[in-house]
């Protein structure tokens, strides 16, 4: 099942895959056979988003080398999607991270790591307040009309600067943003507040990360037991400690009624949540990634059961 993106001509997979994994130092895709395993993996069960990033892996550009490995032969298969200008990243760029020459320097450098002609999503990774939108918008119009880009992308931005920058590009004639990458789960709402009623208002596809609150929502956690092995614990250990473990009990409890998964209502439930595009998923392994697409099909929850999840995880009120 495939989606639009945004006002877009791009469609992607209801499920996506988020790349942060690869050569991540303690992981199975911290090398390149593990890295092979889950994109092919993943292709085969019907995903098309890749979500990466020029910073992602153990050192600048790492996830992109191994990904353009991973992809030779099965590159138009997929709907790639790469970020650029996250601050401190290690970018060897001159310029300020959204300047015309920045992202020229950029764009080249991934798509020789990414050993493709084009990146089919490029996408600001930060705001870049020293740099005017316009000057940003100009460089990335340019990439677009040369074929190097099809579509354009920003994350963590706010409503006020995804306003600006829709204005700004409307002003200008240029390409506009067609997503929006935010923060969103059931545990982190915040996004609702203003984010998510801007990408609905201005036609943007909404690409969640941390949908799963670093595993939370996955089912694998408990009140008690914490998986050792697990990213959250190894990196974020007080997410886990910090939980509210009495709406994650009753939702776990909800998910037993309805005979799902708390993956599988998860997924249901941001896919049902509006504009989201897809819902990226990191893996780093074969069946988390098979399980990932499944769950993003096998359920849709109906209003009653939207409201219930909603009850137990209510939205921040909007801006």
């Keep these: 099942m495939t989606r639009p993106l945004g006002n ?27 890295t092979d395993a889950v994109i092919h993996a993943a292709i085969d069960a019907g995903i098309t988003l890749f979500d990466t990033a020029d910073l992602y892996g153990y050192s600048f550009g790492r ?34 991270r959204g300047s015309r020459e920045f992202i020229r320097a950029s764009i080249e450098g991934s798509l020789s790591r990414l050993q493709t002609d084009r990146i089919d999503l ?16 100009g460089a990335l119009d340019e ?22 920058a829709a204005r700004v590009a409307a002003e200008l004639g240029v390409t506009p943003f067609v997503s929006a990458q935010n923060e969103l789960s059931l545990i982190n709402r915040e996004s609702d507040a203003s984010v998510t009623p801007a990408a609905r208002d201005l ?27 697990s990213r959250i614990m190894r990196q974020r250990a007080h997410v886990a400690h910090d939980a509210n473990w009495d709406a ?3 939702y776990r409890a909800l998910c037993e009624e309805w005979g799902v998964t708390m993956l599988e209502a998860t997924f249901g439930w941001m896919l049902t ?27 849709r929850p109906s209003q009653e059961q939207r409201d219930q999840i909603d009850a137990l995880f209510p939205a921040p009120a909007t801006a």
């Design 8 to 34: 877009s001509d791009l469609t992607v997979s209801a499920t996506g895959l988020g790349c942060n994994n690869f050569g991540r130092p303690g992981s199975a895709t911290e090398h390149q056979d593990g």
């Design 248 to 250: 994650l009990d009753a």
């Design 143 to 164: 990439l677009v009309r040369e074929g190097k880009v099809r579509a354009i992308g920003h994350s963590n931005f706010s409503a006020e600067q995804m306003h600006e």
């Design 273 to 299: 949540h509006e504009p989201i595009s897809s819902v990226i998923a990191g893996a780093t392994k074969p069946e988390q990634v098979r399980q990932n697409a499944s769950a993003g099909e096998a359920f």
């Design 203 to 229: 036609g943007l596809g909404l690409l969640p990360f941390f949908p799963l609150a670093n595993g939370l929502l996955t089912g694998k956690f408990t009140r008690d037991h914490f998986p050792a092995d």
């Design 63 to 96: 996830s992109e080398e191994m990904m353009g490995r991973a992809l030779k032969g099965r590159r138009d298969e997929i709907v790639l999607a790469t970020k650029f200008g996250y601050p401190e990243s290690g970018a060897p760029y001159e310029g300020a």
């Design 122 to 137: 490029y996408q600001i990774h930060m705001p870049d307040e020293a740099t005017p939108i316009a000057e940003t918008l």
